[in-house]
Every structure is written in structure tokens, then in C-alpha cells.
């Protein structure tokens, strides 16, 4: 069955540290582009980070870089977005997304959500 998981959202302190993680199944991650996305209530879904195939690559949104990392483990399917320095303006659901261009494909996560509060 294919499907993408993400685990790892939760409350944390401004200025502290969450790594969520996005666990693949049901299809052949090592040749999908990774990256994950964030989507507040009633904005519009927001790119934050992307990984390449081989995890040589990584782009970053201008409020990411720097503080964020992506990485990408093709043989244990999973993807990690590590956030540090976090903000309370980072409070929201982060969603996983892969992405086969080659083959027009596309999957989505169900999302996970991150709370920066005190």
C-alpha cells in the first residue's frame, strides 16, 4: 500500500529543536524528489524544503535557510526535516511531499503538526 507518514510534529519552546520524519511505502523512493511544504489555516500550502533523488541537492524557502535542514535516506525510505531556532511563526502543519517528474507522479502525507509556543 502505498503511503507517506510523518512523525515527529509536536509542541516545542522559541528557540528550540524538532526533527520530523517522513516514512515512505509502496513505491520506489529512490527516485522521487522529496520535500516538505507547511500550511497555516486559511493561507495557502508553503514550500520550506526540497531534497533531490539522491540527496546531493537541497533548496530552501528564504525563512528556512539557515535553520533548517533536509535529508533524505533512500535505504531506510525515510525523509527528515531538521528545525532548529524554531519561532513561533513556524506554527503550523508540515506536510511531506514526493515527487516523480519523470513519471508525472505525486504523493502527499497527511501532515504533522509543529507548535512553537512558550
Known amino acids: 500500500q502505498l503511503q507517506l507518514v510523518e512523525l515527529g510534529g509536536g509542541l516545542v519552546q522559541p528557540g528550540g529543536s524538532l526533527k520530523p520524519s517522513c516514512v515512505a511505502s509502496?513505491?520506489?523512493?529512490?527516485?522521487?524528489?522529496m520535500s516538505w511544504l507547511r500550511q497555516a489555516p486559511g493561507k495557502e500550502r508553503e514550500f520550506v524544503a526540497t531534497i533531490a533523488t539522491t540527496g546531493s541537492r537541497a533548496n530552501y524557502s528564504y525563512s528556512a535557510r539557515g535553520r533548517f535542514r533536509i535529508s533524505k535516506d533512500n535505504e531506510k525510505k525515510t525523509e527528515y526535516l531538521q528545525m532548529s531556532n524554531l519561532k513561533p511563526e513556524d506554527t503550523t502543519v508540515y506536510y511531506c511531499?514526493?515527487?516523480?517528474?519523470?513519471?508525472?507522479?505525486?504523493?502527499w502525507g497527511q501532515g504533522t503538526q509543529v507548535t512553537v509556543s512558550s
Open positions: 511531499n514526493a515527487r516523480y517528474v519523470a513519471a508525472a507522479d505525486e504523493h
Open positions: 509502496g513505491f520506489a523512493f529512490i527516485n522521487y524528489s
